[in-house]
C-alpha cells in the first residue's frame, strides 16, 4: 500500500513557512503544484507495480480534494493530532485492511520519483523500515513491513531531528532499516530553490 499524505491548498493555511517570501496565495499555489506532481508519480508507480494507492487528506473534504486532483484516487481524511498521531493511524488502517507493506510519502519533495517508490519496495524484501532522508533532517519516505507504531512517538515534528530520533527508535526496537537518497524537500523560503523551473 502507498500513502500519499496531502493537505488542501487554502491560502494561508498552506505552506505556512513560505508565506513571508511569497505571500499566502502563491505559497497554496506551491502547495497545490507538488501534490499534483508527487500524485502523478504515485499514479505512475502504483499503475506500473500493481500497488494501491491512497490519499490521506487534511485541511478540506473529500469533495473539494476531488476537482483538483482526480476521481480516480481513495480519499481518507487524515484524522485528528499531530503528524505522528495522523501517521500512526494511517499505517494501521492499511496493516488492518490486509497490506503486505505499506510505505507513506507526503507532497513537499519535488524530486521524489518513481524510481525512489520502487526502491523503497525493493528495501521492504529485506529490512524492517525503509526512510527517505531529508535534507532539513526530516524523511519524505517511511515504509514498513509491519505496524511498528512505536516509530511515530516522541518525535519532535518539523525539527531537523526527526530522522535522527527515528532512527533511534528503530535501535531501540531492534528493527533493520535501509536509507534511500537523501531529498530537498520545500518547506521553508531558503528551500524554493529546488523547486522545478
Do not use: N
Not at 25 to 37: E, T, Y
Not at 49 to 60: L, P, Q, S, Y
Not at 138 to 162: E, K, M, N, P
Amino acid at each position: 500500500m502507498l500513502i500519499v499524505f496531502v493537505r488542501y491548498p487554502a491560502p494561508g493555511k498552506a505552506k505556512t513557512r513560505l508565506i513571508p517570501a511569497v505571500g499566502p496565495v502563491a505559497a497554496a499555489d506551491i502547495q497545490h503544484r507538488m501534490s499534483l506532481c508527487t500524485l502523478a508519480v504515485a499514479s505512475e508507480f502504483g499503475r506500473d507495480h500493481k500497488v494501491d494507492a491512497e490519499v490521506r487528506f487534511t485541511g478540506g473534504t473529500a469533495e473539494q480534494m476531488v476537482p483538483l486532483y482526480g476521481r480516480d484516487l481513495r480519499y481518507r481524511d487524515q484524522g485528528e493530532g499531530d503528524l505522528g498521531q495522523r501517521l500512526k493511524l494511517a499505517v494501521a488502517d492499511a496493516f488492518d485492511a490486509g497490506a503486505r507493506t505499506v510505505v507513506v510519502i507526503g507532497t513537499d519533495c519535488p524530486k521524489l520519483s518513481a524510481g525512489h517508490l520502487r526502491d523503497a519496495h525493493e528495501a521492504l524484501l529485506d529490512a524492517d523500515v525503509v526512510l527517505g532522508p531529508a535534507l532539513d533532517g526530516g524523511y519524505y519516505l517511511i515504509g514498513l513491513r509491519q505496524a511498528h507504531l512505536q516509530l511515530f512517538d516522541d518525535i519532535a515534528w518539523s525539527t531537523q531531528r526527526v530522522l535522527q530520533q527515528t532512527l533511534d527508535a528503530t535501535s531501540r526496537l531492534g528493527l533493520s532499516v535501509q536509507l534511500l537518497e537523501t531529498l530537498a524537500d520545500v518547506d521553508r523560503p531558503e528551500d524554493l530553490q529546488h523547486l522545478p523551473e
